[in-house]
């Protein structure tokens, strides 16, 4: 199981490969394949394939991808398994094919040098692949019958772009973003988003059983070779020999599922079971067993549910010692739910109501120490399991009369929908007018929302393009209406829409959130083909045929136990957690919202997609305001400062609201917490911290306690001024976060800058500065700012003043009322401090020009410098370490200039309205954290490593700094002490010339 990425610029006019997008693509999957990478991009750089590696099958740097076959004409990128690829590996060899690997992969590329497209009907398995022809300049790509592995392309008519994921398409920045209303729409209708749409208009999904093709210069094409509902209709023509004795059809049902069981184990490393013990796990279980004594089962464990009938863990331990397995219980709690529900959503690549118990079960495997594990997922499907067969075919056969007065059930339904909803589910007011066909029926069994009842909180316009596009109706009723079978009708809708757009996506990201690779015998075409004419005939076989296949019967206590599924305590988990308003709405439809909701706004559809229902609150009056505001802002001293203006905006866009700050400390450090510089300020009422811990069991505890922690204050709104530089998975990370802590309304979590990345020789752009970026996010969310005149107030006070005069009486010489220059040349970051002895020459030109008196600013870990400096200057003060940072920022206000690093203090500063010369490593981008105010002069060299990130520079000494010569520094010194005392300029530009020419 892998992540695969390709980008093809087709037409002749498409821009080349963008290295760093298709690299962001890759990593965007890093969970799907965390044991390797690779790339590769042509010289012409048309077209770039991009790997991540889960290794399972061939261990060795030989199943590296992308893979090239040996003349190099072929390459590929592939994710999923080929079951049979020992057999086609053996076929290829007698044809001539050498091999380099034991993968399957390798088998792949030689088949499509062997048989081109058509290769694809040799395959058995679940894949997804692109594979790059040299020769034929094209990209061919093609997807597993059933959907088990997922593709998606992005084609903007010159570039085409494929995926593992949408998010890695989205993490890319190059799709076109806007809402695809069918997706918006079939999410409401089911719970999930059928294949090809997704909730963007820019993004497809290459439907199961497709193949496509993408040749250079010319039209994209997109063909089927494997249909379901076809594989049916051919068993149920071919007919069944119904005198066929019934010893016959169960030898028949175990070889045809103990042979696919087998060919699912196929690996290089250990294949675990998930047990439930229900019928389809406990039936893989025995089936395995029948030839493997050294089989590997995981059940998951509730303490919700200990000693409950909903308890599965004792019976899968009964089913474990029946069949010698070894066998292991994970538990859950929902402490543990907490800690990843942030995780959880963030792997959720395309919005589901479903899945949470995939995800856990998951987690709980790779615990247990597996990289592979087997699941029942598709034995209802095969064999009846659900209420859906014979709930959908009674309905359909009690209603068939009223299949000729479509409008009249129409008309009930419009005359009663406004009045069922009050006593009973909404579906009933439809019961007439789609009960009479099985798409219809099943429409009724199924779906979450009925379409009439989408424009409640979907805008109607896009209700209306939504289901035109979808076409429900007709895509339901080519599954099911070439078959004349009520059993083949209903398997094939329920294999080809709900496992294969909910349960196997489900399966697909949850797993690979652990980097766990779910396997499904029961969902395996060959199996399929076997005993589709069993299915067809007149009594076909259902769970306990299933069940009694195996060769040591399953425990009577399993056969005998009603239906339940692999469950979780999910619902009241989600909705107590995170919407529990919505905990009365029937079934998910609450969760639903809320899925929905997070997706949209991740997506920024908003606005065009729930217009009607944001209206509508807005004529009611509109949301009540704000009571308890939660602030969350992290770093350190100027992290603070810079936001000043944001929170004050805050403060007067809700003046009657309790605002709390929420910030991070580090244990162990003397960084400054901002309650130390703002308590005073009059901006917030009360301040929070959790310290910043490794990752790990105690990170889990941390957050934990402080979910705890916010839940009991009931805070109802968050302003989020997290750094700018934030991606949005984490924005999407926090956002679940804190819904989990009660809070339902959120400002500044969209307008996010899009930072351009260094390319080439190219520098990077000057950003705004942090504090302008901040204020733009409050602005997006509404509230009133202003970009002009921002407010840095600290409130410092008598004091502070207090506090520094007290120190100046400790200092044993006076300054003699010279005038002061602020200087800061320390540091927590060596890769941010310029030479000391560049500070010292500066310093020393200009108390010779100016007689200033130097006072040097910052912590406890800057005092020896600062006793240094001024020592070799023969006067000035030392503040650094002596001084508490709110008195510190009195004594900075008495400054004429600020000369230093970019620190803290440099914004502190900045805040006081001290001009600063100041000294920027090239670290980050220019001019996110530059100093407030006009009169600054900044400092930055352009160089080939800018934007490195680096907190301690070895291989090239701190380059960026060492190219500030201090005759530049010391000229803006001048200027801007000049510009307040122009007499002084003429004496203290001569003294400096004098100075250069005996140097």
Known sequence: MCGIAAIFGHSVDAPAVDRDELITIRDRMTQRGPDGEGLWISEDRRVGLAHRRLTIVDLTDAGLQPMWNADRTLCVTYNGEIYNYPALRAQLIEKGYQFQSHCDTEVLLHLYAEKGPEMVHDLRGMYAFAIWGVKQRSLFCARDPFGIKPLYYADDGKTIRIASQVKALLAGRHIDTEPEAAGHVAFFLWGSVPDPFTLYRGICALPAGHTLMVREGGPRETRSFCSIPEIMREAEQAGHDASAHAQDKHETLHSALRDSAE???????????????????????????????????????????????????????????????????????????????????????????DGVNTYFVSLATKRAGLKVALSGLGGDELFGGYPSFQDVPRTVNALRSFRSFEKLGRGLRVVTQGIIKHFASPKYAGIFEYGSSYPGAYLLRRSLFMPWELPEFLDPDVVREGWRRLNTMGELAALCDSLDSERLKISALELCWYMRHQLLRDSDWAGMAHSLEIRVPLVDLKLLREIAPLIASPRPPGKLDMALSPRTPLPAAVLSRPKTGFTVPVRD???????????????????????????????????????????????????????RILVYRIGQLGDTIVALPAMWAIKENFPDAKLTLLCDQHPHTNYILASGLLRDAGVFHDFLAYPVENTGTSSARRASELLKQLRERKFDTLVYLAPSARGPRRVQRDRWFFRAAGIRTFIGMT???????????????????ESELLLLRLRESGLRVSLQHPRFDLGLSQREEADVAHWLE???????????????????????????????????????????????????????IGDGLIERWGRGYNAAGALGIRAAGVALRRCELYLGNDTGTMHLAAAAGIRCVAIFSSRERPGLWYPAGADNRVFRS???????????????????????????????????????????????ASATACRTNHS
């Open 942 to 988: 352009e160089i080939d490593c800018e934007g490195c990130g680096l907190k301690v520079c070895i291989t090239r000494d701190i380059e960026c700094l060492r190219r500030i010569d201090s005759r530049s520094v010391i000229a803006a010194c001048i200027d801007l002490l000049s510009a307040a005392h122009p007499t002084e300029k003429t004496a203290q």
């Open 810 to 864: 400790t200092q044993s010489e006076p300054d003699g009322h010279r005038r002061w220059i602020a200087v800061g040349p320390g540091s927590k970051m060596p890769a941010k401090r310029w030479p000391l002895d560049r500070y010292d020459e500066v310093v020393r030109d200009l108390i010779a020009g100016f007689d200033i008196w130097p006072v040097v600013f910052g912590g406890n870990e800057d005092r020896e």
């Open 263 to 353: 060919h699912h184990l196929m690996a290089d490393v250990p294949v675990g079971i998930f047990l439930s013990a229900g019928l389809d796990s406990s039936t893989i279980a025995a089936l395995v067993s029948e030839r493997h004594h050294d089989v590997r089962t995981v059940t998951l464990g509730f303490n919700e549910y200990r000693g409950s009938d909903q308890d599965e863990t004792r019976l899968a331990e009964v089913v474990a010692k029946n069949y010698k397995t070894n066998h292991q219980t994970i538990w859950i709690t929902r402490a543990d739910f907490e800690a990843d529900a942030p995780r959880l959503f963030d792997a959720m690549d395309r919005p589901s109501i």
């Open 751 to 769: 307008g996010f800058p899009r930072f351009q990345k260094r390319r080439g020789l190219t520098s990077l752009v000057t950003a705004p500065r």
């Open 573 to 627: 988990w989600l909705l107590q957690s995170f919407d529990p308003t919505s905990a009365g709405e029937r079934g998910l439809r609450g969760w639903a919202r809320y899925v929905h909701g997070e997706f949209a706004h991740a997506s920024g559809a908003v606005s065009t997609v729930l217009r009607r229902s944001r209206a509508a609150r807005a004529n009611a009056g509109g949301p009540r305001a704000p009571s």
